[in-house]
């Protein structure tokens, strides 16, 4: 479940249909993450492969042991599945397939439609490569020329990494 979600969320080989790559892969992600955490939890509190037939008695100090570190190793668990949705969020390449590619095409030369109409450059051209990862960010969160500014569709760490990302297209 876990590789599924990450093959159809990141990958997305198959050129599925948006709202189904963002539906679909985060719950085969978040489901196999949950499998995974269910099986660690069930390892700490009832043993590896200990039958109840062959279970020798434990002393209470070391029931006492295990309880602590399944505690700790749940709230260590809970607390990375939240970390998952903002590192994820911010995934550059993932928002620049969603919001950029269309205009600026899947390798930022602008050939497409909508580049070839208001003569976008390509992202290796020297007018895109001299200005620095902030004015990339910058005009990536309020707009510039006829580029819409995205601004609340991109937090301040998406548009920084997606400048990051713009560079690093043409290995700069």
């Known amino acids: ?27 085969l992600w978040y489901g196999g993450f949950m499998v995974v955490c ?18 020798t008695k434990t002393a209470p100090t070391q029931v006492a042991g295990r309880a602590a570190k399944a505690s700790a190793v749940a709230v260590i668990l809970l607390l990375t599945a939240l970390v998952p949705s903002q590192a994820f969020a911010a995934d550059a390449a993932v928002n620049y397939k969603a919001k950029c590619a269309m205009c600026h095409g899947p390798k930022g030369d602008g050939k497409t439609l909508m580049g070839t109409k208001l003569n976008i450059p390509a992202f290796q051209a020297k007018t895109i490569q001299n200005q620095s990862d902030k004015e990339l960010a ?32 043409h290995g700069q």
Do not use: C, H, Y
């Open 1 to 27: 479940m876990l590789a599924g979600g990450f093959e159809i969320w990141f990958r997305n080989e198959f050129d599925l249909p948006l709202a189904f790559v963002w539906i679909v892969g985060p719950l």
């Open 38 to 55: 269910s099986v660690f939890i069930r390892t700490i509190f009832f043993g590896a492969s200990q039958s109840e037939s062959t279970q």
């Open 138 to 169: 910058t005009a990536i969160s309020k707009g510039k020329g006829k580029m819409p500014a995205f601004s609340g569709k991109l937090t301040d760490v998406e548009a920084t990494a997606l400048a990051g990302f713009v560079r690093q297209m």
